[in-house]
Nanobody, 116 residues
Framework: QVQLVESGGGLVQPGGSLRLSCAAS????????MGWYRQTSGKERDLVAT???????NYAGSVKGRFTISRDNAKNTVYLQMNSLKPEDTAVYYCHLGKGGIGLAWGQGTQVTVSS
């Protein structure tokens, strides 16, 4: 079983920055994909960015050039650096870990609010 614990959400003004972290523990596959998804009330959970163990990344078009995903494999931790934040980035952000297209765990979610 895998557990994910997120941190780093909060309130930020438009144009500001936040960094999210997600630490994984438990029975973590050596080869895996970690990522971030976000969800607003009444909508589906959408992909933000993913990163494989080898560092291959994938981003949603709406965040390309503003968000950067990275990971520290030694710490089993994934990060999401969010710059130039917009009000439409407001959502609950969830960390995810999967292997071979199979989801293994979700974090509890962390609220990001972009507002003046």
């Amino acid at each position: 079983q895998v557990q994910l614990v997120e941190s780093g959400g909060g309130l930020v003004q438009p144009g500001g920055s936040l960094r999210l972290s997600c630490a994984a523990s438990g029975s973590i596959p050596s080869i895996n994909t970690m990522g971030w998804y976000r969800q607003t009330s009444g909508k589906e959970r959408d992909l933000v960015a993913t990163i494989t163990t080898l560092g291959s990344t994938n981003y949603a078009g709406s965040v390309k050039g503003r968000f950067t995903i990275s990971r520290d494999n030694a710490k089993n931790t994934v990060y999401l650096q969010m710059n130039s934040l917009k009000p439409e980035d407001t959502a609950v952000y969830y960390c995810h870990l999967g292997k071979g297209g199979i989801g293994l765990a979700w974090g509890q979610g962390t609220q990001v609010t972009v507002s003046s």
